[in-house]
């Protein structure tokens, strides 16, 4: 672990001088970008360096691993925010709600009632991204376009405090126009929170307005 630990805090402030580099020609304060260290497959040894660097928002993609591996870790550290960026299945709606500060993925409305469920029945309100189906891919998860206004009214209609907007946009395309599809889609829902720009182009996403990047593989190094 001490030999990893300034491993992590190089990569971090790496990471940390990028978005503050791009903010200036979009003139954006870097502190409106929230920056989420996608920990998945990561264990504490990985974790642990990133937060003595002072990283405190963390991403994880499956339920049950982040039950697994952050009770612990929040007990040492009560001050870390925990992001669901993975899709979610309605049967796992309450693990969610208790353990998550935000969810990224409410994409249907099968789920958006499990939330709704779980959150009345913990008496918490955990604020939800709506994912997107950006690309319009078969295979992905997301709302589709056409059916986003309505979606949205579902979501506000069942009180669940909506962050804005997530994508995941297609593989080995450029996400540039992704990602200013979605800004445009958040600007015509009054919605400020845009999730979007991992590892390969969160400098991009910043600078078409990303107020949430989720980075792994540039903090914690490749996943097995
Ligand atoms: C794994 C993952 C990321 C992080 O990907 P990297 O390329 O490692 O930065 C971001 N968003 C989601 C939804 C993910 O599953």
Known sequence: MDIEAPGAAARLSDVRSNIARVCKPARRAPEDVTLIAVSKTKGPEAILPLIAAGQRVFGENRVQEAEAKWPDLRAAHPDIELHLIGQLQSNKAEEAVALFDYIHSLDRPSLLTALARAMDKAGRRVPCFVQVNIGDEAQKGGCPIVELPGFLEKVRAAD??????????????????????????AADHGLEGLSMGMSGDYETAVMLGATHVRVGTALFGARE
């Open 160 to 185: 669940i405090p909506l962050a804005g907007l997530m994508c995941i946009p297609p593989a080995d395309t450029e996400a540039a126009p992704f990602f200013a599809l979605l800004a445009k889609l």
